[in-house]
């Protein structure tokens, strides 16, 4: 454990439950010296944790804690508002519905509804995949400015898991392109022979995507015909959570 974190996130949690303190009322808390305290705070109070009021001389909890917290509420409540829509996803096309979020550079996938096919894609929470060879990182790839694309192959790469993986810059950017068009994704058994994914980003109240949801299936019933079928109802899945989580996709202002 990184004590000096420990006791900065001890400090963050005490000023949580009490709103205000000094800091001689910190350093009542027995272990951990004045100096010391001193020093945690005028860290966080650099990035924004913690603030301190000249007048009354009292440390509280700063602004960029509620960033930080506003984020795990948007995350959790599309995950549950998004569930009732995987379970109507996966009902109207037959195949397992997804729901993922971006982490450093990689896929994660936080939700899934289960197909009642015997042949399924399987996704567990937490499972983590390639951006650039999964419908759902492509689709939100395609979400993002180009040059947070370029830092994520950059890290990341364009490693082959398939004859139909994208390895070149230039054409995942031209697909990314496509797919910006046509509202949603398509892993053509880019990352598993014989497997296909739609997919479609989710949008908070800036506009910006939060999450992606997907179905995923084999060829044999994710054909080629049943593409025009699937892409937009994978569309509209994504744009109802949209909605019920306040937000906005770009083309719909």
């Not at 900065?8 to 949580?16: V, Y």
């Not at 060879?133 to 395609?142: E, I, P, Q, T, V």
């Not at 995507?209 to 299936?217: K, P």
Request: proline letters at 4%; charged letters at 20%; a neutral charge.
């Amino acid at each position: 454990m990184v004590q000096a974190l420990d006791r900065g996130l001890s400090l963050l949690i005490t000023l949580s439950k009490c709103d205000q303190a000094t800091l001689t009322e910190l350093a009542l808390r027995p272990g951990m010296p004045p100096s010391t305290i001193h020093r945690s705070l005028m860290t966080m109070q650099e990035h924004g944790i913690v603030a301190f009021n000249e007048v009354t001389q009292d440390w509280t909890v700063g602004v960029e804690v509620l960033r930080i917290g506003s984020s795990f509420v948007r995350q959790t409540k599309v995950i549950d508002v998004g569930r009732s829509v995987l379970r109507g996803l996966m009902d109207s096309t037959g195949e397992t519905a997804n729901m993922a979020i971006a982490n450093d550079g990689e896929v994660v996938f936080v939700s899934q509804v289960e197909t009642h096919e015997s042949i399924r894609a399987f996704f567990p929470p937490g499972t983590r995949g390639p951006m650039h060879a999964s419908g759902m990182g492509k689709a939100l790839l395609a979400s993002m400015h180009r040059r947070d694309v370029e830092r994520v192959l950059h890290v990341k790469g364009l490693p082959s898991f398939a004859p139909k993986t994208i390895t070149s810059s230039k054409a995942l950017f031209d697909d990314l392109e496509q797919i910006r068009n046509r509202g949603w994704s398509v892993d053509d058994e880019e990352r598993n022979i014989g497997m296909r994914c739609l997919a479609a980003s989710i949008f908070n109240g800036f506009g910006e995507a939060v999450a992606g949801i997907s179905i995923s299936g084999p060829t044999s019933r994710v054909s080629n015909d049943k593409l025009a079928e699937f892409g937009p109802l994978v569309k509209r899945a994504a744009l109802e959570i949209t909605n019920a989580i306040g937000g906005k996709s770009p083309e719909h202002g």
